[in-house]
C-alpha cells in the first residue's frame, strides 16, 4: 500500500459516548492541516444515541464502522476494527472518544516524532495520560510544558500490571522516555501496524490492554516517550455514563487475563487458555527485537516479588521505599492512597 506522507490517521473507539461528535469536531476545527488528517471510527451505540459523524456525513476523511452496543467486547476489539478502517495515512493516532485538542496538534505531533528520530530514536511513540477535561479552560502559555508523565506501575489485586496515576511535570521543554503505552493516546508511525497488530480476542480487556500494549511494542524495537508539551484533554470518570461492563449481561475479561498472562509470562504455559483464547497466539505476541526481560528490566518490574522498583518521575527513575511498598495493592495501608480511573 502507497503511503500518503504528512497524513495522520485517528482511530476512535466510542462507546455509547454522547460527547463523540464534539471530539471529532475538536479534532478538525483545531487542526493545521484538518484535509490531511483521517478518522476512523468505531461506534457502539444504542439506536436512540447520538451518532458520532453529525455534521460529518459528507466528509471523505471519516470513516465509521456502526455495531450495535450489545455487540461491544470492549476496547480491544474496537480498536481493532478503527485500525481496518486505515488506508495507507503516515502517522496513525489513537484516542478515547471524548477529548478536546490543543490548536496546531496534527504539527506538534508530527514534529515530536521527527524531532525524535532526528536525534536517533528510530521507532518513536508518543504517549501519555492527558490532563483532565476542563484543564483546557484556564490553560495559560506557561502551562503550555506542565504536563503528565506516567510514573511507575504496580500488580493489582489480580496479580496484573496496572499503572498508578501521572503527575504532572514540568517538561523543560524535552521529551522523557518512559516504558508505558497508553489506551487514551498514542502517536507513532504507522508502519506499527504491521509489527504489532492488534489483537481482536481480547474480549472486554480493559485493565492489562495497556501493558500487554506498552511490551508488545518494546520488544518489537519501539521507544515510548511523554510528549513535551500538552497535545489533548481527556474526560475521565464519565460516572454517569453508559459503559460496556454494565450494559453487558456477559461481560468477563478474566478469559482475555490470562490470555495476558500467558504472552507476558505470569504463567508457564498455555493449559489455563480456553480454546477460543488460543487463536493466532503467535501472531499477536511479542517482538524479537528485545526481550521480556528486557522490559522488566526497564521498568523495574520484578514479577518473582510482585514489586516495582521504578519512579519515572523521580531522579534517575529510583523508586523510594515507599514507592516500592505500593507498588503491589495488596501492600497498600496508607488510606486515601488513589490511583486515577481512566474509564
Request: aromatic share 14%.
Given at each position: 500500500?502507497?503511503?500518503?506522507d504528512?497524513?495522520?490517521?485517528c ?57 450495535p ?54 521507532k ?9 477535561y476542563t ?59 504491521q ?64 490470555k495476558?498472562?500467558?504472552?507476558i509470562?505470569f ?40 514489586k ?8 534517575n ?27
Amino acid at each position: 500500500m502507497k503511503i500518503k506522507d504528512n497524513t495522520i490517521f485517528c482511530s476512535v473507539a466510542s462507546f455509547r459516548d454522547k460527547i463523540c461528535n464534539d471530539t471529532l469536531k475538536s479534532i478538525y476545527e483545531n487542526a493545521r492541516y484538518p484535509k490531511n488528517v483521517y478518522v476512523g471510527i468505531c461506534q457502539q451505540n444504542k439506536e436512540e444515541d447520538n451518532d458520532c459523524k453529525i455534521n460529518f456525513e459528507d466528509n471523505p476523511n471519516v470513516r465509521i464502522i456502526r455495531i450495535p452496543h450489545y455487540e461491544a467486547r470492549g476496547p480491544v476489539l474496537a480498536r481493532y476494527l478503527c485500525a481496518s478502517l486505515w488506508d495507507g495515512e503516515e502517522y496513525f493516532l489513537q484516542i478515547d472518544s471524548h477529548m478536546k485538542f490543543v490548536k496546531d496538534w496534527d504539527i506538534i505531533c508530527i514534529d515530536a516524532i521527527k524531532e525524535l528520530k532526528k536525534i536517533g530514536v528510530k521507532k518513536p511513540v508518543i504517549s501519555y495520560y492527558p490532563r483532565e477535561y476542563t484543564d483546557i479552560e484556564n490553560m495559560t502559555e506557561k502551562d503550555k510544558h506542565m504536563v503528565p508523565r506516567i510514573c511507575k506501575s504496580f500488580f493489582n489485586s489480580r496479580d496484573m500490571i496496572s499503572y498508578l496515576g501521572p503527575e504532572i511535570l514540568d517538561t523543560k521543554d524535552q521529551f522523557y522516555q518512559v516504558p508505558f503505552v497508553t489506551g487514551g493516546f498514542f502517536f507513532c508511525e504507522s508502519k506499527f501496524l504491521q509489527e504489532v497488530p492488534y489483537d481482536p480476542n481480547l474480549p472486554y480487556l480493559f485493565v492489562g490492554e495497556e501493558i500487554l500494549h506498552s511490551i508488545r511494542f518494546y520488544t518489537n524495537g519501539w521507544d515510548i516517550y511523554s510528549p513535551k508539551e500538552n497535545i489533548v484533554f481527556h474526560y475521565y470518570t464519565r460516572k454517569d455514563e453508559p459503559k460496556v461492563w454494565t450494559d453487558n449481561k456477559d461481560y468477563k475479561d478474566s478469559d482475555a487475563l490470562e490470555k495476558v498472562k500467558y504472552y507476558i509470562k505470569f504463567v508457564n504455559d498455555d493449559s489455563k487458555l480456553s480454546p477460543s483464547m488460543k487463536i493466532n497466539l503467535d501472531k499477536y505476541g511479542l517482538g524479537q527485537e528485545r526481550s521480556l526481560d528486557d522490559f522488566y528490566n526497564f521498568a523495574g518490574i520484578d514479577v518473582e516479588n510482585k514489586k516495582v522498583t521504578k519512579n519515572f518521575c523521580r531522579e534517575n527513575n529510583e523508586a523510594t521505599e515507599e514507592d516500592i511498598t505500593k507498588s503491589n495493592e495488596k501492600n497498600w495501608v496508607v488510606e486515601g492512597f488513589k490511583i486515577l480511573n481512566k474509564k
